[in-house]
């Protein structure tokens, strides 16, 4: 916990720091590769959280095949998706209006690192090696940092290309500490029938919860790149930023939300007031971050990225309301899939392209595609909140019938 403190933190000020170096128009680039690497993260989180799962399920042969067929689909599915993005890369340019295309031909090329390197993470966090996973993280963070601005402050080249080069190094620093000398890619050993069957049913699972956080975390940022101007956009970003503060802030709350919930239906003891203790905590948190950025966003945005960016003020606490339903709802959503409940994923991706739908059809301006965010979270909410009472009302209803 202390490391993806420390993590975080990092990460957050790398992305201060490229704010205040590079000012809005060059920050729209930077912010649209950050925006890529999270994305990134998200599907590289399904190839942990399997490797996770199958290395506390499986032991002797079938770990051992299954660790030689995670890193092959990782591997595979890695080159794929790198070979797209360099073949594509000129068409990327025109779609984000981006200063050139090598910055997306580095990113392409790093990406089968990244996988393998979540597959890495996985074997730590399943074989509870905390140490290795801890360092892994860090060992990725620092370099990236250190690296970027090394070469933003030496190298005259253009700044995207130079952030992509550190986000491309920093993937072969987080593959530090690694243990690959038992892996055979081309091995007869692999998986199959009904172990790789159920792989592959949680690889989907977690698939299509992953690109529901995708879709809603990071559609605004990449749609206010094509459609808005390079200043625009930078100052889009710098919005983003500080207003999923209150994401961050929430994700804490959901690693204790889930074990707590399991532990209490195990038990057979009601896991609503559960619920509703973090969505209290949760809701005053987030109350206090929007009220605080609508009485002081001046002071906010200057502290944070200067006076450059000083145009988007009066936006800030809208941004950060829409990130404190997402959030609230977020908590529903774990909540329900804690308890093998996946209807609200459903719910999260429908009401996830929702948002994508009216941003492309309503975004004359920024202030007018943060509203459409809050409305596109105020459905969502509304219909975690209707699936609660639902669920519930039938649960009470099937008691009193017994």
Same mark, same amino acid.
């Given at each position: 916990?202390?490391?993806?403190?420390?993590?975080?933190?990092?990460? *957050?000020? *790398?992305?201060?720091?490229?704010?205040?170096?590079?000012?809005?128009?060059?920050?729209? @680039?930077?912010?649209?590769?950050?925006?890529?690497?999270?994305?990134?993260?998200?599907?590289?989180?399904?190839?942990?959280?399997?490797? /996770?799962?199958?290395?506390?399920?499986?032991?002797?042969?079938?770990?051992?095949?299954?660790?030689?067929?995670?890193? $092959?689909?990782?591997? %595979?599915?890695?080159?794929?998706?790198?070979?797209? =993005?360099?073949?594509?890369?000129?068409?990327?340019?025109?779609?984000? +209006?981006?200063?050139? +295309?090598?910055?997306?031909?580095?990113?392409?090329?790093? =990406?089968?690192?990244?996988?393998?390197?979540?597959?890495?993470?996985?074997?730590?966090? #399943?074989?509870?090696?905390?140490?290795?996973?801890?360092?892994?993280?860090?060992?990725?963070?620092?370099?990236?940092?250190?690296?970027?601005?090394?070469?933003?402050?030496?190298?005259?080249?253009? !700044?995207?290309?130079? =952030?992509?080069?550190?986000?491309?190094?920093?993937?072969?620093?987080?593959?530090?500490?690694?243990?690959?000398?038992? %892996?055979?890619?081309?091995?007869?050993?692999?998986?199959? #029938?009904?172990?790789?069957?159920?792989?592959?049913?949680?690889?989907?699972?977690?698939?299509?919860?992953?690109?529901?956080?995708?879709?809603?975390?990071?559609? @605004?940022?990449?749609?206010?790149? +094509?459609?808005?101007?390079?200043?625009?956009?930078?100052?889009?970003?710098?919005?983003?930023?500080?207003?999923?503060?209150?994401?961050?802030?929430?994700?804490?709350?959901?690693?204790?939300?889930?074990?707590?919930?399991?532990?209490?239906? $195990?038990?057979?003891? !009601?896991?609503? !007031?559960?619920?509703?203790?973090?969505?209290?905590?949760?809701?005053?948190?987030?109350?206090?971050?929007?009220?605080?950025?609508?009485?002081?966003?001046? /002071?906010?945005?200057?502290?944070?990225?200067?006076?450059?960016?000083?145009?988007?003020?009066?936006?800030?606490?809208? *941004?950060?309301?829409?990130?404190?339903?997402?959030?609230?709802?977020?908590?529903?959503?774990?909540?329900?899939?804690?308890?093998?409940?996946?209807?609200?994923?459903?719910?999260?991706? =429908?009401?996830?392209?929702?948002?994508?739908?009216?941003?492309?059809?309503?975004?004359?301006?920024?202030?007018?595609?943060?509203?459409?965010?809050?409305?596109?979270?105020?459905?969502?909410?509304?219909?975690?909140?209707?699936?609660?009472?639902?669920?519930?009302?039938?649960?009470?209803?099937?008691?009193?019938?017994?």
């Amino acid at each position: 916990m202390g490391s993806a403190l420390i993590v975080n933190g990092g990460n *957050y000020l *790398y992305n201060l720091l490229l704010g205040r170096l590079l000012g809005p128009e060059a920050f729209a @680039d930077a912010a649209l590769l950050v925006t890529l690497l999270l994305v990134l993260s998200f599907v590289g989180m399904t190839f942990q959280l399997a490797t /996770t799962k199958f290395a506390v399920l499986f032991s002797g042969d079938s770990w051992s095949a299954f660790k030689n067929t995670i890193y $092959k689909y990782a591997v %595979i599915f890695g080159l794929f998706t790198g070979i797209i =993005i360099l073949l594509f890369s000129k068409s990327l340019q025109s779609l984000f +209006h981006t200063q050139n +295309h090598w910055m997306f031909v580095i990113f392409g090329i790093g =990406i089968p690192l990244y996988f393998v390197m979540s597959v890495n993470r996985g074997r730590f966090q #399943g074989k509870q090696e905390f140490t290795k996973l801890a360092g892994t993280y860090q060992t990725e963070m620092w370099s990236r940092l250190l690296l970027t601005f090394v070469f933003l402050w030496f190298l005259p080249v253009e !700044p995207g290309i130079l =952030i992509a080069l550190g986000i491309g190094i920093s993937f072969v620093f987080g593959l530090i500490p690694s243990d690959l000398k038992s %892996i055979d890619l081309f091995s007869k050993n692999q998986l199959v #029938g009904d172990e790789l069957k159920q792989v592959w049913i949680f690889i989907g699972l977690t698939v299509g919860y992953e690109l529901t956080q995708i879709i809603i975390n990071n559609s @605004d940022v990449l749609l206010v790149k +094509h459609f808005f101007n390079s200043v625009d956009a930078g100052l889009y970003s710098s919005l983003a930023l500080i207003g999923r503060v209150v994401y961050f802030v929430a994700w804490m709350f959901v690693m204790l939300l889930m074990p707590t919930v399991m532990q209490k239906q $195990k038990d057979g003891e !009601p896991t609503a !007031p559960v619920l509703f203790r973090y969505v209290f905590f949760i809701g005053g948190l987030s109350s206090l971050i929007v009220i605080t950025c609508y009485l002081f966003p001046e /002071t906010i945005i200057t502290l944070m990225f200067g006076d450059a960016y000083i145009s988007v003020a009066p936006l800030l606490w809208q *941004y950060a309301l829409a990130t404190s339903l997402f959030a609230i709802s977020n908590i529903f959503a774990y909540y329900f899939l804690s308890l093998n409940q996946y209807a609200p994923v459903i719910l999260s991706g =429908i009401l996830g392209l929702s948002q994508v739908v009216l941003i492309i059809i309503f975004h004359s301006s920024l202030a007018i595609v943060v509203q459409v965010q809050i409305l596109a979270m105020v459905l969502l909410l509304v219909a975690q909140l209707l699936f609660f009472v639902f669920k519930n009302a039938k649960f009470n209803f099937q008691k009193k019938s017994i």
